[in-house]
T-cell receptor, first 109, second 115 residues
Framework: GQNIDQPTEMTATEGAIVQINCTYQ??????LFWYQQHAGEAPTFLSY??LDGLEEKGRFSSFLSRSKGYSYLLLKELQMKDSASYLC??????????WGAGTKLIIKP | ETGVTQTPRHLVMGMTNKKSLKCEQH?????MYWYKQSAKKPLELMFV???????ENNSVPSRFSPECPNSSHLFLHLHTLQPEDSALYLC??????????????FGPGTRLTVT
């Protein structure tokens, strides 16, 4: 079966760095996406990785290792507004997204 | 309007009612999706329409019936639902997913409660 695993909840301090991990087992691979979802709102796109390595976009970076079935989202200089759920999703061989349950990130002052 | 819109935002219905959810995208995309989001569970893909043809329905119960009259509009018709169908229903759109790397844009969702 297809499976995406990520931690249920993480806590970090304002101004710090946090890494949210995602491991996956899917039927084929056509890229990995990270989305942010604030409570009561729609998910919004953060990043896309299809090749191994690190993609940096401002305070957010995403890493992919296809051989390990592993990705992480790195958030730097955390701000209170970063409190949200972070969803990892993998596009399978049918070009459909398989989603993780999301990691709820709590930022403390 | 821009982006992806959904109506209604909230819906309470009895198990014998019939209702419809509406989604509209203003992004020029050619694929649209219905997802179900329940608390602490992964997003569940219900239906995909690409170029107005249904691509996958993932064994969704027949009490959910999608309709895609054109590339900008998507409906989800609901009838004789069960309490366990209470969830957030999200609509999304994207460019052709088979071309790879195309992120999905989500609407704000309809919070459905079945009583």
């Amino acid at each position: 079966g297809q499976n995406i695993d990520q931690p249920t909840e993480m806590t970090a301090t304002e101004g710090a760095i946090v890494q949210i991990n995602c491991t996956y087992q899917t039927s084929g691979f056509n890229g990995l996406f990270w989305y942010q979802q604030h409570a009561g709102e729609a998910p919004t796109f953060l990043s896309y990785n299809v090749l191994d390595g690190l993609e940096e976009k401002g305070r957010f970076s995403s890493f992919l290792s296809r051989s390990k079935g592993y990705s992480y989202l790195l958030l730097k200089e955390l701000q209170m507004k970063d409190s949200a759920s972070y969803l990892c999703a993998v596009m399978d061989s049918n070009y459909q997204l398989i989603w993780g349950a999301g990691t709820k990130l709590i930022i403390k002052p | 309007e821009t982006g992806v819109t959904q109506t209604p935002r909230h819906l309470v219905m009895g198990m014998t009612n019939k209702k419809s959810l509406k989604c509209e995208q203003h992004l020029g995309h050619n694929a649209m999706y219905w997802y179900k989001q329940s608390a602490k569970k992964p997003l569940e893909l219900m239906f995909v329409y690409s170029l107005e043809e249904r691509v996958e329905n993932n064994s969704v119960p027949s009490r959910f019936s999608p309709e895609c009259p054109n590339s900008s509009h998507l409906f989800l018709h609901l009838h004789t639902l069960q309490p366990e169908d209470s969830a957030l229903y999200l609509c999304a759109s994207s460019q052709d997913p088979s071309s790879g790397g195309n992120e999905q844009y989500f609407g704000p969702g309809t919070r459905l409660t079945v009583t």
